[in-house]
C-alpha cells in the first residue's frame, strides 16, 4: 500500500508539472489562440476534488498574464476576451483587415428594388470608380476630351468645322446618417481648328439637399446655373449674328413634402433668373439685349392620393409673376406679367424597373402691356425610365414651355418637345446608345412667322478600357424645317477620352 501511494502522489506531480507548464504556454501564445488557451486552461473533471482551488489560482494568474500581453495604454482597462462570460469583441489593430459595409451606419438606406439584377447593375455601375472621399462626401471626377466634326447646310450654302472639346463633369454626394446632399454640373469648352462657325460652349450645375425633418416630413433646398450659346435657329436669335447671345439661368426652390396616411402634400416656391449677353455682329459691333433680362417667381401645391404604393395620382396648381428689368423693351412693350397653370396626373414607382410621371394641364400667361395677346396652351410633362432587361435602359421626356418673344408686337411662343434615350450593355465593357427627340414651336399670333419643327437622332458608343477611362464614339444629325424658309441641316462625329476618377 505504501508503494501505491508513493506511486500516486508522483503521479499526482506528474499532472500538476504538465498543468503548470501547459499554463506557462498559454500565457504567452494566447492572444494567438484563445480557444487554445481557454482549453488548457479547463480543469478536467478528475481534478474537481482539493486541486480545483489550485487550477483556479492558476487560471487566474494565466489570465492576468494574458492581459498585461495584450493590452496597452487606453485599452488596459478593457474586458478580458478570454473571461468565461465576456461580452467584449476584442479590437482589431488593422483597421484594412476587413472593408465595412457602404450602408453601415446610415439611417438613410437605400431601398431594395423589385429586381435584384437591376440593384446589382445600380451598385456595379456606382462601384466603376472609387471616387475621391472628402470628409462625409464623395466626389467622383471626369475630364473628357473629344475631337469633333460639324457640317451645317442651309439656304446659304454649306459650312463646315472642325474642333476639339474640352468638358469637365462630375458628382458630390454626402454620406450622413440622415440627409443627404448631392451636387452634380458639367461644362463644356470648345475651340475650332477650321470653320468660321461660332463655338457652343456650355455648363450646367445643380444641387439638391434633402432634410429628413421627420419619418413623414422630407424637405428639398435646390439650386441651379445653366449657360449655353442662343441656337441661330432660335426665333429670337439676332439674325446675321456671328456669336449669338450667351444665355445665363439662375434657379433655386425651396419644397415640402409630408405624408397623411394615404395623402401626400406638397408645397414649394421657384425663383428663376435669365440674363443675356451682348450679341456680335459679322462686323465686330455688339447688340445689347440687356432688355430681355427677367426674373421669374412662383409658388405651387400639389396633392397627391397613395391607390398603391406604386401609384399616386395627384393634381397640381401653381401662380407666379414674371418680372423684366427694363419696364418697357427696346420697342416699347412691357412684357412682365402673370402666369397660372394647373395639370393632373400620375405618378409611378415600380423600383429601378420602371418610375416616372405624366401629366396634362393647362397654362396661361398675361402681360402688363394690352397690346400683347395673351398666351394659352394645353400643357403634356412628365418623364418615364424603364428597365426592360438587365443592361437595358429606356429614358422618355416631355416637356411644355413658352418662351416669350422679342420680336415687336409677339407674345411669343409655346414649345412642346419630346426625347428618347435608350442605352444597352453589348458586353460587361461596350455600351451603345441611341438617342431621338423632336421639338415643335407653335406661335399663337396670326402675324407671328409660321411653326417650326425640329428633329434629331443620334448614335454612340462607349467602351470602358478600364475602370478609370473610357473611350467615345459619337454621330448624330439634326434638322429643322421652316415653313417660310429653307431647312437646317446639321451632321456631328465626334471621338474623344473620358478619364475619371
Known sequence: MVENSETGTAHDRCRRTRRLAGVLLASVFGFASPSLAQTVLQPPASMAGSSASSTTAQSTTATAGTQAITTTGADATATDPLATGSTATPVLSDANLTAPDDDFGRMNLRETTLDDATSQRIRREAAETDGVRLGTMVLRPSLIQRFGSETTRDGEGKDTRNYMETGLKGSLTSDWSRHE?????????????????ATKPSAN???????????????????????SREDTNDPNAISGAAVQSGVHMYNGGLSVEHDFGKLRGTVGADLERWQY??????????????DRNRLSGSLRGRIGYELSPALTPFTEVSVGHVAYDDKEDSDGYRRSGDFYAAKAGISADFGEKLRGEIGLGYRQQQFDDNRLKEIGAMTIDGNVYWSPQQGTDVNLGLTTTIDPS?????????????????????????????????RWTEYQDDTAPPDTVTYATGAGLTWNVNRYLDLTADLSYERTEYKSAADSNVMRAMVGLTAKR
Open 406 to 438: 422679342t420680336t415687336a408686337g409677339l407674345s411669343g411662343s409655346v414649345i412642346y418637345a419630346l426625347t428618347a434615350e435608350v442605352e444597352h450593355r453589348l458586353r460587361s465593357n461596350l455600351v451603345a446608345r441611341l438617342s431621338g427627340s423632336s
Open 181 to 197: 446632399l448631392t451636387i452634380g454640373g458639367e461644362g463644356y469648352w470648345q475651340r475650332n481648328f477650321s470653320g468660321d462657325s
Open 205 to 227: 450645375l445643380n444641387a439638391d439637399l434633402r432634410l429628413d425633418i421627420s419619418r413623414d416630413t422630407i424637405a428639398h433646398i435646390t439650386g441651379g446655373y445653366s449657360f
Open 277 to 290: 449677353s451682348d450679341a456680335e455682329l459679322s462686323d465686330g459691333s455688339k447688340v445689347s439685349l440687356s
